[in-house]
């Protein structure tokens, strides 16, 4: 159970997706059982998500990190592959929002044998997973192959593990037993029906399993804030119908032995003895002989420090994240750790584009960085968040600079002229850099804090008071400006200069500019921001 820990272990400057990959390759031998491992012929790599729920980017972490894993797997020189499975057997547990109240009668069905709410699919979750992977293919660089479980229960493709679990079933309750203070009892089974009548999957209680039938009594089923309610049907199944399900705790081993699985993500939540994850390893060691998959164990996504929940109204969907930022910039957000806490709060966008781009300027070359197992480590993590042959050169223009931009000029061109002067432009990137201007526009009209929106003032501001040292600070501002070229950094020199002259506290000078341009007491940083107006700046400090 320890190696697994260490694989995940952070410690290390190797990347975690190579370090995983490593011990993957590498594995030899049972967890549970003193039996080797062969090797496979294919490394296979799971990710899923449940169709029941709302689909935030929360949602993606674990098909992001998969997909990282399943290409260090590659570039470790073996055969891998990658799948997604729709756990669309899951029972619809709450009524999401915008969904007719009427489809509470739906509670405990398959989501694959709901209508859809908009009307415009076959079902309830063929609507989901249409739009799940419409966004879903921006994040991932590949076409994923997809799997339905409520097919491949039809199918049969689960029948062999339903026959092994069931006639072992004793073996299965005594392993979940172990870690449950309500022990199952003899006649509990492993899998359960459909509801011949009333086709509910989470109301059914299985009563016996006689003559290879399941019996059964459909009885009300409370979720956590829901009920749905059984309709005292009472009949018998046959377990390899197609029409039912195994239960969680037996269903995740079944998967990985159906697909052979070598690694999957799992919550961190995950990682307690007593959790879904480590009885499914045991039960598909001991009952399905078949190896555990590796756990890629990683930390929640959450925002301000909360959860997601649309209660909180604090959900971010794949289609917000992609209007203020590229899918690379959420792959290299999860990339970049597996278990420290991801906090994300739309305030600190800026920063997270910062960090990117001096990962980008470390994977260019054009950032030194002396340690060379963090430049390796850097490099890896680059590579890894982009598709490997699209890793575009970095952009000179930083998030922050494009959201001062695209607020102080309305045309195209006066940002470029803008750029070209203060030595930002890359016409090569021209494209990338229009792009970042749009998505820089968009966030700070819908999610940025006040200190990032500005107002540049076409005339003084007029209940403005500043004092004599102040008014001749601006002066001198002015005859500096106008008589050279600056860079940004000199120009800020040049302001202590001009404070120290006047023997004045440099705050005031600033608070001065500030009041006077942007009619605020604060705003970007004066040389740069000044620069970036050009001419416009000078025309209104020379009204005061
Ligand atoms: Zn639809
Ligand atoms: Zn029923």
Redesign the pocket.
């Known amino acids: 159970m320890m190696a697994d820990k260490e694989a995940n272990s952070e410690e290390d400057e190797v990347f975690w997706a190579d370090r995983l990959a490593e011990s993957i390759i590498s594995r030899n031998k049972f967890h549970y059982l003193d039996k080797k491992v062969e090797q496979p012929k294919e490394f296979v790599v799971k990710t899923s998500a449940s169709i029941s729920g709302v689909l935030h980017i929360g949602r993606l972490s674990d098909t992001i990190r998969g997909f990282t894993v399943y290409r260090a797997l590659k570039d470790q020189g073996v055969k891998a592959r990658i799948i997604w499975v729709a756990e669309d057997m899951d029972p619809l547990r709450k009524i999401p929002e915008g969904v007719p109240k009427e489809f509470e009668k739906y509670l405990g069905m398959p989501v694959t044998d709901i209508p859809d709410p908009k009307g415009c699919h076959q079902t309830y979750a063929a609507h989901h997973i249409a739009e799940y992977f419409q966004s879903l293919d921006n994040f991932v660089f590949t076409k994923l192959e997809k799997f339905s479980m409520r097919e491949e229960y039809l199918k049969g493709s689960f029948n062999q593990m339903i026959k092994a679990l069931l006639e072992n079933e004793e073996q299965v309750r005594e392993i979940q037993n172990r870690y449950r203070t309500n022990p199952l009892k003899k006649g509990w089974s492993p899998w359960s029906p459909i ?6 999957v989470a ?2 209680k299985v009563t016996e399993f006689k003559d290879g039938k399941i019996h059964y009594v ?1 009885k009300d089923y409370y979720f956590e804030t829901t009920m749905a309610a ?4 009472h009949g018998e199944a046959d377990p390899f119908s197609g029409n039912g399900k195994l239960m969680w705790k037996s269903e995740w081993a079944a998967q990985w032995l159906r697909w052979n699985i070598c690694t999957e993500g799992a919550g961190k939540e995950y990682q307690v003895p007593n959790s879904a994850f480590w009885i499914n390893a045991e039960i598909a060691e001991k009952v399905l002989s078949y190896p555990m998959p590796q756990p890629i164990f990683y930390e929640h996504l959450m925002i301000d420090g909360v959860k997601m929940s649309a209660s909180l109204g604090n959900v971010i969907y794949p289609k917000d994240w992609l209007e203020v930022a590229r899918p690379e910039l959420l792959c290299y957000f999860y990339n970049k750790r597996l278990m420290k806490t991801r906090n994300f709060s739309w305030k600190d966008l800026p920063n997270l584009y910062e960090d990117y781009d001096h990962c980008a300027r470390i994977y260019a070359g054009s950032e030194k960085l002396d340690n060379e197992k963090e430049l390796q480590h850097m490099k890896r993590l680059f590579v890894l968040s982009h598709k490997q042959d699209e890793v575009s050169e970095p952009l000179e223009m930083s998030f922050s600079h494009a959201v001062l931009l695209s607020q102080v000029f309305q045309e195209e061109q006066e940002i470029i002229a803008s750029l070209k002067k203060t030595g930002h432009y890359q016409p090569e990137l021209h494209a990338e850099i229009k792009d970042r201007l749009a998505k820089a526009l968009f966030w700070v009209k819908h999610h940025a804090p006040d200190e990032y929106k500005i107002e540049v003032q076409h005339s003084i501001p007029k209940d403005i008071v500043l004092s004599d040292k102040q008014k001749e600070a601006l002066r001198q501002i002015v005859k500096a400006v106008k008589e050279k070229e600056w860079d940004e950094k000199s120009l800020h020199n040049e302001f202590y200069e001009i404070a120290k002259k006047l023997d004045m506290p440099p705050a005031e000078l600033f608070k001065a500019g500030y009041r006077v341009l942007l009619n605020k007491e604060r705003g970007p940083k004066l040389a740069h921001f000044m620069l970036a107006l050009g001419d416009r700046s000078i025309k209104i400090l020379e009204k005061v």
């Open positions: 509801c011949e009548k009333c086709g509910k109301t059914p459909c059984g309709c005292n049907f």
